[in-house]
């Protein structure tokens, strides 16, 4: 059976006439007035189309392209990721330019123990809160345009050293305000699948500290850069390493570690001369509460390497105590102020050992040639050799 529309009538075919129609009145769903003295058969159908028997995470797979060929970046050209956009922000369900109110949607569906019934409200009250709608949507839209002026990090588009927000509260509420959360590297990596091809992801690297010898660091990953960072500095919180602290402002000792192809020689420094390391080991350090150190990398650069390599060096290095109790000896240091006299820094908590250490014994120490060369005077300029123009 066939059905025209038109102006809010429909015209229906009737058994038993050849060409002549008969009016049919216009109903809501249910209700309907046949004007007609034939028998006529009227059927209802609700219209239904994709859009509306899909759900809506099935519509934004579509238009995403999240599975299928769509999703294979890796071949032809590179596009921008679309993003999902929540549709009902700036929507209030039942509000309309009308100012109808339906019980159940925008008003209570039973006041005063009687079912409401669906009533408008004035105009005044409809302007105001049409204008309001407004002025929300508005103020959403600016705040999208607005891009956040982030503090500069170790170089002008480079995101380390960047800080970042504290890390979500707790299970328990307990926040950390007083932690200091800094980016170490942020890269893009990618996953070769069969389903999806080249799948590409946000890999971030995220270093904490209080400034007092707690610190941690952790790695995160995800789809977009500030999911990435945001699991990456609530896993950092979650994996703190307390670093002992020499007067609060550098080492016990000097330090040479080595992870992987990585190799970092620490030394201690007095008070006053600074931190002379690399970009990512000063960021650290700050993070830790160290202010007077030296430290030279060697070998591969990888920022990973280096974070692993430092905190490693760091947490194994032992204190004036640990010494003292394992030698079973006293611990000197000598100092400028005190001249040749030492000065006790350590004792050993149990009984104390009468023979000294034995002065054959040769330390297991290595010794660098570029430390060697500069002790004998034999280090040159790299400028020496240089052919400079003249003018």
Same mark, same amino acid.
């Given at each position: 059976?066939?059905?025209?529309?038109?102006?809010?009538?429909?015209?229906?075919? *009737?058994?038993?006439?050849?060409?002549?129609?008969?009016?049919?009145?216009?109903?809501?769903?249910?209700?309907?007035?046949?004007?007609?003295?034939?028998?006529?058969?009227?059927?209802?159908?609700?219209?239904?189309?994709?859009?509306?028997?899909?759900?809506?995470?099935?519509?934004?797979?579509?238009?995403?392209?999240?599975? /299928?060929?769509?999703?294979?970046?890796? !071949?032809?050209?590179?596009?921008?990721?679309?993003? !999902?956009?929540?549709?009902? !922000?700036?929507?209030?369900?039942?509000? /309309?330019?009308? /100012?109808?109110?339906?019980?159940?949607?925008?008003?209570?569906?039973?006041?005063?123990?009687?079912?409401?019934?669906?009533?408008? !409200?004035?105009?005044?009250?409809?302007?105001?809160?049409?204008? #309001?709608? =407004?002025?929300?949507?508005?103020?959403?839209?600016?705040?999208?345009?607005?891009?956040?002026?982030?503090?500069?990090?170790?170089?002008?588009?480079?995101?380390?050293? *960047?800080?970042?927000?504290?890390?979500?509260?707790?299970?328990?509420?307990?926040?950390? #305000?007083?932690?200091?959360?800094? *980016?170490?590297?942020?890269?893009?990596?990618?996953?070769?699948? @069969?389903k999806e091809g080249r799948k590409k992801s946000i890999r971030a690297l995220v270093a904490i500290g209080n400034g007092k /010898?707690?610190?941690?660091? @952790?790695?995160?990953?995800?789809?977009?850069?500030?999911?990435?960072?945001?699991?990456?500095?609530?896993?950092?919180?979650?994996?703190?390493?307390l670093i002992e602290l020499y007067q609060k402002h550098t080492v016990y000792h000097d330090i040479t570690v080595k992870f992987?192809?990585?190799?970092?020689?620490?030394?201690?420094?007095?008070?006053?001369?600074?931190?002379?390391?690399?970009?990512?080991?000063?960021?650290?350090?700050?993070?830790?509460?160290?202010?007077?150190?030296?430290?030279? =990398?060697?070998?591969?650069?990888?920022?990973?390497?280096?974070?692993?390599?430092?905190?490693?060096?760091?947490?194994?290095?032992?204190?004036?105590?640990?010494?003292?109790?394992?030698?079973?000896?006293? =611990?000197?240091?000598?100092?400028? #102020?005190?001249?040749?006299?030492?000065?006790?820094?350590?004792?050993?908590?149990?009984?104390?050992?009468?023979?000294?250490?034995?002065?054959d014994e040769v330390p297991d120490t290595k010794l660098e040639w570029s430390d060697v060369k500069e002790a004998q005077g034999?280090?040159?300029?790299?400028?020496?050799? *240089?052919?400079?123009? =003249?003018?």
């Amino acid at each position: 059976m066939q059905c025209f529309f038109l102006s809010g009538f429909a015209s229906v075919p *009737v058994k038993g006439s050849c060409g002549s129609y008969c009016s049919l009145a216009w109903a809501f769903q249910a209700r309907c007035s046949i004007s007609a003295p034939w028998t006529v058969t009227v059927e209802q159908r609700r219209q239904s189309s994709f859009f509306n028997t899909l759900t809506a995470d099935e519509l934004w797979k579509g238009a995403l392209a999240e599975t /299928g060929v769509g999703v294979k970046k890796g !071949r032809g050209k590179r596009r921008k990721k679309k993003l !999902r956009k929540n549709l009902n !922000r700036g929507q209030e369900i039942g509000e /309309g330019r009308s /100012g109808f109110l339906w019980p159940g949607l925008n008003a209570p569906l039973i006041q005063s123990g009687r079912v409401q019934a669906v009533t408008q !409200r004035k105009k005044e009250e409809r302007e105001r809160i049409q204008s #309001e709608i =407004v002025q929300r949507r508005d103020t959403w839209e600016k705040k999208r345009k607005i891009k956040i002026k982030r503090e500069g990090g170790w170089s002008g588009k480079c995101w380390g050293g *960047v800080i970042l927000d504290p890390p979500d509260p707790g299970p328990n509420g307990e926040t950390y #305000e007083d932690f200091e959360t800094r *980016v170490i590297e942020v890269k893009n990596v990618f996953c070769m699948n @069969a389903k999806e091809g080249r799948k590409k992801s946000i890999r971030a690297l995220v270093a904490i500290g209080n400034g007092k /010898g707690a610190a941690g660091f @952790a790695m995160g990953k995800a789809g977009d850069r500030m999911n990435a960072l945001r699991k990456a500095k609530n896993k950092a919180i979650r994996c703190l390493h307390l670093i002992e602290l020499y007067q609060k402002h550098t080492v016990y000792h000097d330090i040479t570690v080595k992870f992987k192809r990585t190799t970092i020689r620490m030394k201690k420094q007095n008070k006053g001369y600074g931190l002379h390391c690399h970009r990512a080991i000063i960021t650290i350090c700050k993070l830790i509460g160290i202010k007077d150190m030296y430290a030279k =990398v060697s070998g591969s650069k990888n920022l990973i390497n280096i974070t692993r390599a430092l905190f490693k060096g760091l947490t194994q290095q032992e204190t004036h105590q640990q010494l003292a109790n394992e030698k079973g000896l006293y =611990v000197v240091e000598f100092r400028e #102020e005190q001249g040749p006299l030492p000065i006790v820094v350590a004792l050993p908590e149990g009984t104390v050992r009468e023979d000294p250490e034995p002065e054959d014994e040769v330390p297991d120490t290595k010794l660098e040639w570029s430390d060697v060369k500069e002790a004998q005077g034999m280090k040159k300029s790299p400028w020496a050799n *240089v052919r400079r123009a =003249v003018w």
